[in-house]
């Protein structure tokens, strides 16, 4: 009689001190992955969908609907020897039998050998918990555990208490030497007191906490706080608070009672850009700024507070006073900094590394110059403007507002050269040069922006990988796929053509003698035409397509690509959409395949390269290899004008008319002959067919 399993809940928290806000989130998300991925190996069935992970500034907590009260009973078959003629009495039976704890009487035969099915029982879901539940803390991805007393292991802080609850039931189970209990804790400083909880009930633990004065939800309080920053000011509708996204979730981490405060400042530090008040407000005092219509600062910020104050004053004249050091500081730098002109920086970038074998920021500096220049002439840019925004283009690194707060690095720049009547095509292009700063970010809008952000990543792709520092894995240091997507996204936006291959040379070509690898040009473009391939299938033009379609023509396309050397990134874009609308019909399949046999016969025989021999027509014997010989000449008349217009869609349908002379060739011909001349013809006619059907892409890929 089948008996349906009981289910209880399990609740899991373990309590810390204060975790790190940044990854908060991730974690808790990953504990609860990790207790899902080991009930589910042990056959522990739960409702997933009901499954919660919780995560405060002192806790991480996991609760897991309706869990098996036990595993599953499991059969195991085990496989014994072949069955022979002395039967049951043969040595290799009596062993198998006594290994199985029974008599050769209680043998099975299943096709011809001996077998035992054992039944085996399920364990108590309460007496596997324990061990799971370390066994998914000690799986966190945690980069640097701490370690406290004198225990050997570590968790990302120190822990302070385990509530650990199965049912009713508590769990036996010591994490990190402190034993479970059915003791959890509310907010610190307004609810110290221990909270007892009778079993494990989701909705009892998040009230209990609540009225502790803790929102134990991450998402929960993400909204609240998102609401209280929305709703603060919208009794003055003039106002805005901007919220970054990674702040606000930095902030969700910090505190565990969310309460908004708005606290003003002195009205004078508006004289600062805007960006540094910004970013003083938002790294130093984890502060969301407040801008009115016409996106000017207002003089106020808000912060999140961990706390209820019976004297919210109090709180809010402490954070003003933090905050007017902070922003008196910024003032400070901010005036020093305009003392020296940018072009002064040079000898202190000079003692600035960029990278131990490529030397100096100011060595990086001397090669973006040429760089630069040559890529604005290629653009009809003023090329002696470019070089200068390429000769001031990293002074703002030396300077007191960017060491403060590196994420200014060309805002200053470009700030200060305005202050100092620097030409205004320059300064926007100190800031543009950083730009895309990540996927989907805004381009570079400016000529000399344009050729600067080009120069600085092709720079940095082709130094990194001229010493032979080439991305492994997911270690990235110097952020070279995002500058390889970085130049992708900036030549595609550009009206005009910009070959890559050229630009590439160029580079290599401005680090004088300090690259040490071969062919570096080469293998920066291989990159670069790799990280292609990633750009395309998130395109969103292209998402209507079947991954698996979209993958065979992007691999078309690239394998073209990689044989040319041009790089033109916008021919390439215009083969990859021919493609993609030819793909499906059935010349496309046809040709595609006698592409591969082509490529196949011609490797078979060395020939997979250039071929030198020569196509002699006197010596066809077949209809079908004329047929072939002719269609192939007509096309080498019709496309040349085609390509020339980049109208790769009339070459493909061209290349169409191929499907019947190629079939009947392979159809009635046969290729390798004994006789060596009439071989070599037919080999040189493959060729030609190859060549002709590469005038696209790679049509063997799809």
């Given at each position: 009689?089948?008996t349906?399993?009981k289910q209880?809940?399990?609740?899991?928290e373990?309590g810390?001190?204060e975790?790190?806000?940044?990854g908060?989130?991730?974690?808790?998300a990953?504990l609860?992955?990790?207790?899902e991925?080991?009930?589910?190996d042990?056959a522990?069935h739960?409702?997933?969908?009901?499954?919660a992970?919780?995560?405060t500034p002192?806790?991480l907590?996991?609760?897991?609907?309706?869990?098996?009260?036990?595993?599953?009973?499991q059969?195991?078959?085990r496989?014994?020897?072949?069955v022979?003629?002395?039967?049951?009495?043969h040595?290799?039976?009596?062993?198998f039998?006594k290994s199985c704890?029974?008599?050769?009487?209680?043998?099975?035969?299943?096709?011809?050998y001996?077998?035992?099915?054992?039944?085996i029982?399920?364990?108590?879901?309460?007496s596997?918990l324990p061990?799971l539940?370390?066994?998914?803390?000690?799986a966190?991805?945690?980069?640097?555990?701490?370690?406290?007393?004198?225990r050997?292991?570590?968790?990302?802080?120190?822990v302070?208490?385990?509530?650990?609850?199965?049912g009713?039931?508590?769990i036996d189970?010591?994490?990190?030497?402190i034993k479970?209990?059915?003791?959890?804790?509310?907010?610190r400083?307004?609810a110290p007191?221990a909270?007892?909880f009778?079993n494990?009930d989701r909705?009892?633990y998040?009230?209990y906490?609540?009225?502790?004065n803790?929102i134990?939800?991450f998402e929960?309080?993400?909204?609240?706080?998102?609401?209280?920053l929305?709703e603060?000011?919208?009794?003055?509708?003039?106002?805005?608070?901007?919220i970054a996204?990674d702040?606000?979730?930095?902030v969700?981490g910090?505190v565990?009672?969310?309460?908004?405060?708005?606290i003003p400042?002195?009205p004078?530090?508006?004289?600062?850009?805007s960006e540094?008040?910004?970013a003083s407000m938002q790294?130093?005092?984890?502060c969301?700024?407040?801008?009115n219509q016409?996106?000017q600062?207002?003089?106020?910020?808000?912060t999140?507070?961990n706390i209820?104050?019976?004297?919210?004053n109090d709180?809010i004249?402490?954070?003003?006073r933090?905050?007017?050091?902070?922003l008196s500081?910024?003032?400070?730098?901010y005036?020093?900094?305009?003392k020296t002109?940018?072009?002064d920086?040079q000898p202190?970038?000079?003692k600035?590394t960029?990278?131990?074998?490529?030397?100096?920021m100011?060595d990086k500096?001397?090669?973006?110059?040429p760089?630069?220049g040559?890529i604005a002439q290629?653009?009809n840019?003023?090329?002696?403007?470019a070089?200068?925004a390429?000769?001031?283009?990293?002074s703002?690194?030396?300077?007191q507002?960017?060491?403060?707060f590196?994420?200014?690095?060309g805002?200053m720049?470009c700030t200060?050269a305005?202050?100092?009547?620097?030409n205004?095509?320059?300064?926007t292009?100190?800031?543009?040069q950083?730009?895309?700063k990540?996927?989907?970010?805004t381009?570079?809008?400016?000529p000399?922006?344009?050729?600067?952000a080009?120069a600085?990543?092709?720079?940095?792709l082709?130094?990194i990988f001229?010493i032979?520092l080439i991305p492994?894995?997911?270690?990235?240091?110097?952020?070279?796929r995002?500058?390889?997507?970085?130049?992708i996204?900036i030549i595609?936006n550009?009206?005009q053509t910009?070959?890559?291959?050229?630009?590439?040379?160029?580079s290599?070509?401005?680090?004088?003698?300090?690259?040490?690898?071969?062919?570096t040009?080469d293998?920066?473009?291989?990159?670069i035409v790799d990280?292609?391939?990633?750009y395309?299938?998130?395109h969103q033009?292209?998402?209507h397509?079947?991954h698996?379609s979209?993958m065979k023509?992007?691999e078309?396309?690239?394998?073209?690509l990689?044989?040319g050397?041009?790089g033109d990134l916008?021919?390439?874009?215009?083969r990859?959409?021919a493609?993609?609308?030819?793909?499906s019909s059935?010349?496309?399949i046809?040709?595609a395949?006698?592409?591969k046999r082509?490529?196949?016969l011609l490797?078979k025989e060395?020939l997979?390269t250039?071929?030198e021999l020569?196509?002699?027509a006197d010596?066809?014997e077949?209809a079908?290899?004329?047929a072939?010989f002719?269609?192939?000449?007509?096309?080498q008349i019709t496309?040349?004008?085609?390509?020339?217009?980049?109208?790769?869609?009339?070459?493909?349908?061209?290349l169409a008319t191929?499907k019947?002379?190629?079939d009947?060739?392979?159809?009635?011909?046969?290729v390798l002959v004994d006789?060596?001349?009439v071989?070599h013809?037919r080999?040189?006619l493959?060729a030609q067919?190859r060549?002709v059907?590469?005038?696209?892409?790679?049509?063997s890929c799809?």
């Amino acid at each position: 009689m089948h008996t349906e399993l009981k289910q209880h809940d399990l609740l899991f928290e373990i309590g810390c001190e204060e975790l790190p806000a940044q990854g908060l989130a991730a974690l808790g998300a990953e504990l609860l992955t990790k207790i899902e991925a080991l009930l589910t190996d042990h056959a522990l069935h739960y409702e997933k969908d009901r499954c919660a992970w919780f995560a405060t500034p002192r806790r991480l907590g996991v609760f897991i609907a309706h869990c098996a009260t036990m595993q599953p009973e499991q059969r195991l078959m085990r496989k014994g020897p072949k069955v022979s003629a002395e039967g049951t009495s043969h040595p290799a039976a009596l062993g198998f039998a006594k290994s199985c704890g029974v008599t050769v009487t209680d043998l099975n035969v299943n096709d011809g050998y001996y077998a035992y099915t054992q039944l085996i029982p399920g364990k108590s879901t309460l007496s596997l918990l324990p061990t799971l539940l370390n066994n998914a803390l000690s799986a966190l991805s945690i980069a640097r555990p701490m370690r406290w007393g004198n225990r050997e292991t570590g968790f990302i802080r120190p822990v302070k208490w385990v509530l650990a609850l199965f049912g009713p039931n508590m769990i036996d189970v010591t994490c990190f030497g402190i034993k479970a209990d059915r003791i959890s804790y509310g907010h610190r400083f307004m609810a110290p007191q221990a909270i007892c909880f009778e079993n494990a009930d989701r909705e009892n633990y998040e009230q209990y906490l609540y009225d502790a004065n803790v929102i134990a939800s991450f998402e929960k309080r993400h909204a609240l706080i998102h609401h209280q920053l929305t709703e603060t000011h919208r009794l003055n509708a003039h106002l805005k608070v901007l919220i970054a996204p990674d702040l606000l979730t930095e902030v969700v981490g910090l505190v565990e009672w969310p309460v908004a405060l708005t606290i003003p400042f002195d009205p004078r530090f508006l004289n600062l850009p805007s960006e540094a008040l910004i970013a003083s407000m938002q790294q130093h005092q984890k502060c969301f700024a407040i801008e009115n219509q016409q996106k000017q600062l207002h003089a106020a910020f808000i912060t999140i507070s961990n706390i209820d104050s019976l004297d919210p004053n109090d709180v809010i004249q402490g954070n003003a006073r933090v905050m007017h050091a902070r922003l008196s500081d910024a003032e400070f730098f901010y005036e020093l900094d305009l003392k020296t002109p940018l072009a002064d920086y040079q000898p202190i970038l000079a003692k600035m590394t960029f990278q131990h074998h490529l030397g100096s920021m100011q060595d990086k500096v001397e090669a973006l110059i040429p760089l630069t220049g040559f890529i604005a002439q290629r653009l009809n840019a003023d090329e002696q403007l470019a070089m200068k925004a390429a000769s001031l283009a990293k002074s703002d690194l030396c300077t007191q507002m960017v060491n403060e707060f590196p994420e200014l690095q060309g805002i200053m720049g470009c700030t200060y050269a305005r202050q100092q009547g620097i030409n205004s095509d320059v300064a926007t292009a100190l800031f543009e040069q950083y730009l895309p700063k990540f996927a989907g970010d805004t381009l570079p809008k400016s000529p000399l922006g344009i050729s600067l952000a080009l120069a600085d990543r092709l720079l940095s792709l082709t130094g990194i990988f001229g010493i032979g520092l080439i991305p492994t894995g997911d270690k990235d240091p110097f952020a070279l796929r995002r500058a390889a997507l970085g130049v992708i996204r900036i030549i595609l936006n550009q009206p005009q053509t910009l070959a890559l291959w050229p630009l590439m040379i160029e580079s290599v070509a401005s680090w004088q003698d300090k690259l040490t690898v071969s062919e570096t040009a080469d293998r920066v473009m291989d990159f670069i035409v790799d990280r292609l391939r990633y750009y395309w299938l998130d395109h969103q033009q292209f998402k209507h397509y079947s991954h698996e379609s979209l993958m065979k023509a992007i691999e078309a396309i690239l394998s073209h690509l990689k044989t040319g050397k041009e790089g033109d990134l916008h021919d390439s874009y215009a083969r990859l959409n021919a493609i993609l609308s030819f793909q499906s019909s059935a010349a496309a399949i046809a040709l595609a395949s006698a592409h591969k046999r082509v490529n196949n016969l011609l490797k078979k025989e060395s020939l997979d390269t250039a071929v030198e021999l020569t196509i002699q027509a006197d010596l066809f014997e077949l209809a079908a290899e004329h047929a072939l010989f002719n269609s192939l000449t007509n096309i080498q008349i019709t496309v040349p004008a085609l390509l020339t217009e980049h109208d790769y869609k009339n070459v493909l349908h061209h290349l169409a008319t191929l499907k019947d002379p190629i079939d009947a060739f392979f159809a009635d011909v046969m290729v390798l002959v004994d006789d060596q001349a009439v071989r070599h013809n037919r080999l040189a006619l493959l060729a030609q067919l190859r060549t002709v059907l590469s005038t696209v892409a790679d049509l063997s890929c799809l």
